[in-house]
C-alpha cells in the first residue's frame, strides 16, 4: 500500500524559506515521478512543481526562481525548498506520486506566510 508523508510546513513571514519533506512507502518509486500540489481554501489544487525519474523537472510559473524539487530515490523521499516567500504561497502542500496513472496523496502539510 502506497503511503506518502509531509513534515516541514510552518508558519514563516514574507521573504522566508522552507523545506518541505515527503517520504514514500510501499514501493521503490525510483521509476514514479513526484510532485508537489498545493490548495488554498477555496481555491482548487494546482501544480507546484514535479520531477520525473529521470529527474527532469517542471514549475508553476509562479514559483520558478524560488522553489526547487528534488528527490533522494534511496530515501525515496522527494524534497521541495520554498524561498522567497510570499502571502500568496498560503496552502496546504501535497506529495503526490504517480503509479501505473493512478495519484497517490499525502495528508498535506500547512504553510502560511505572513506579511
Known amino acids: 500500500q502506497v503511503q506518502l508523508v509531509e513534515s516541514g510546513g510552518g508558519l514563516v513571514q514574507a521573504g522566508g524559506s522552507l523545506r518541505l519533506s515527503c517520504v514514500a512507502s510501499g514501493g521503490t518509486f525510483s521509476g514514479n515521478r513526484m510532485g508537489w500540489y498545493r490548495q488554498d481554501s477555496g481555491k482548487q489544487r494546482e501544480l507546484v512543481a514535479i520531477i520525473s525519474a529521470a529527474g527532469v523537472t517542471i514549475y508553476a510559473d509562479s514559483v520558478k526562481g524560488r522553489f526547487t524539487i528534488s528527490r533522494d530515490n534511496a530515501k525515496r523521499t522527494v524534497y521541495l525548498q520554498m524561498n522567497s516567500l510570499k502571502p500568496e504561497d498560503t496552502a496546504v502542500y501535497y506529495c503526490?506520486?504517480?503509479?501505473?496513472?493512478?495519484?497517490?496523496w499525502g495528508q498535506g502539510t500547512q504553510v502560511t506566510v505572513s506579511s
Open positions: 503526490n506520486v504517480r503509479v501505473f496513472n493512478f495519484d497517490y
